[in-house]
């Protein structure tokens, strides 16, 4: 088991330390050239989660740090990591530092928030992740680096290779560890950590810390400081949502209605073969879209997500997997074409838009069959939307006029009062501060354009994607 440097008594994982507040990241005791380097990326004031966070990593201490994506986070346990490698001894296949990531687009996202910084200090950076030749890492091992940024799947390859080890790792961290335990990673994480040493400093940061980050937490992280951020709502963007109801016959042409008036959509599709069809028919109708699944290798994956966020495409269709690692600006509507398969997935897919203090439109489509599910799906979030019926007319959808439009009656009013399980509503204006509890559970009934519980079940099977 773990222990902080300072060997106090062990602490629970609710247990938290206060820390004084710092005026900017030069009076944090970083090394001079990290702080240049930062103040040439326009960073010289910490984010609350850095100057919670950054004094008792700094200092040396496991740090459990609660907050959401899109806080800062990054930095706040990069910084520690560069700190202690600093000067430090390069060898081959034996890195010193780890970073763990439930994708591959995070992965070259904290790559490159990281590299100006390991660059000023001499360091060498290396990605694993799945989706290239896994020769080139092998030989980048070997050549040696001081820091492995990887995807579990890919980094237990190398190390069943005997292509890396990590026996030599001074310091740890889990980035956005509740994604890691959504994606099915608790295993090799727990397997991973176990091959670290026992004494080496451990960072675990996550938006959440129930289920198997707790078990995590509890079993290599007994002695920490917890540092819990929450996010300041004046900051948090206005979330409207909707459900769009329609024939499963008239999905396409509704879907191309609404997207060819919204550039700069995130569809979500549950299967990668779906979200493959998707872009394709969504192409085929007029709309630029592409689509973004573990089915693509990392050069395709790393294409279609740059034409996403230079423009060319308009739309990008992902799942719920790939999703993860999508952080892209001004992403004005996410669009649930097919329903998500339990609460916490449509929290985490809606969090792509209204970020940053901006508003954001969150819009459901279904079938009057699985409208029902939907509803109490969307409850279970936390979400009170506003249903609208999709009409054969071609008049385009907006936002604008969804949040003008009339709503459909409740379905569970209908229910009660004896009446035809039809499209329903009743659900007041669905504007929300963004985010919804989170936690498990999933409706009873199958997802839009899905076939129910028989694609989702589907869906379901095979191992984690990010690998």
């Known amino acids: 088991m773990n222990n902080v440097a300072d060997g106090r008594a062990p602490s629970t994982p609710s247990d938290s330390a206060t820390t004084q507040p710092t005026t900017g990241l030069s009076d944090l005791g970083l090394p001079k050239v990290v702080v240049k380097a930062l103040a040439r990326e326009g960073i010289t004031e910490p984010t609350p989660i850095q100057q919670a966070v950054l004094p008792s990593a700094l200092a040396g201490h496991n740090v459990l740090g609660r907050a959401k994506t899109g806080s800062g986070k990054t930095l706040s346990f990069g910084l520690p990591v560069l700190d202690q490698l600093a000067g430090g001894e390069r060898r081959s296949k034996a890195p010193r530092a780890l970073i763990l990531v439930p994708t591959r687009e995070l992965a070259n996202q904290v790559q490159r928030a990281l590299a100006p910084l390991a660059a000023a200090l001499h360091l060498r950076i290396a990605t694993v992740l799945g989706g290239v030749p896994i020769n080139r890492q092998i030989k980048t091992l070997k050549d040696g680096v001081d820091l492995v940024i990887a995807t579990p799947g890919r980094l237990t390859d190398l190390i069943d290779r005997r292509a890396c080890s990590l026996e030599h790792i001074e310091i740890t961290v889990l980035d956005e560890a509740d994604h890691l335990c959504d994606l099915g990673f608790y295993k090799p994480i727990d397997a991973l950590l176990a091959k670290t040493p026992a004494g080496g400093q451990r960072l675990l940061l996550s938006a959440t810390l129930d289920g198997d980050v707790d078990k995590l937490v509890r079993r290599h992280l007994p002695q920490h400081v917890l540092h819990e951020v929450e996010s300041d709502v004046a900051d948090e963007g206005v979330m409207e949502h909707h459900v769009l109801v329609s024939e499963r016959s008239d999905k396409i042409a509704t879907a191309k209605r609404l997207l060819e008036q919204n550039p700069r959509s995130i569809v979500f599709a549950r299967t990668r073969r779906g979200a493959t069809r998707l872009a394709r028919q969504l192409t085929t109708a007029g709309v630029d879209a592409v689509d973004l699944h ?174």
């Open 294 to 467: 573990g089915d693509l290798d990392q050069r395709k994956r790393e294409r279609n997500l740059a034409s996403f966020s230079n423009g060319s495409a308009s739309v990008i269709v992902a799942t719920d997997i790939a999703a993860r690692g999508i952080h892209v600006d001004d992403v004005r509507l996410v669009v649930h074409y097919d329903v998500p398969a339990e609460h916490k997935a449509y929290t985490h897919r809606s969090g792509r838009t209204a970020r940053a203090g901006e508003s954001g439109t969150v819009i459901t489509m279904t079938t009057p069959e699985d409208l029902r599910d939907v509803v109490a799906l969307q409850r279970k979030a936390g979400v009170n939307a506003r249903q609208h019926r999709a009409t054969a007319t071609p008049d385009p959808i907006t936002p604008q006029s969804l949040a003008t439009g009339g709503t459909l009656p409740d379905p569970a009013t209908q229910q009660r009062s004896g009446g035809a399980r039809k499209p329903s509503g009743g659900q007041g204006g669905g504007g929300q501060r963004r985010g919804g509890h989170s936690g498990g559970g999933r409706p009873n009934g199958g997802g839009a354009g899905s076939g129910g519980n028989r694609n989702r079940n589907r869906s379901r099977r095979g191992a984690p994607a990010s690998r």
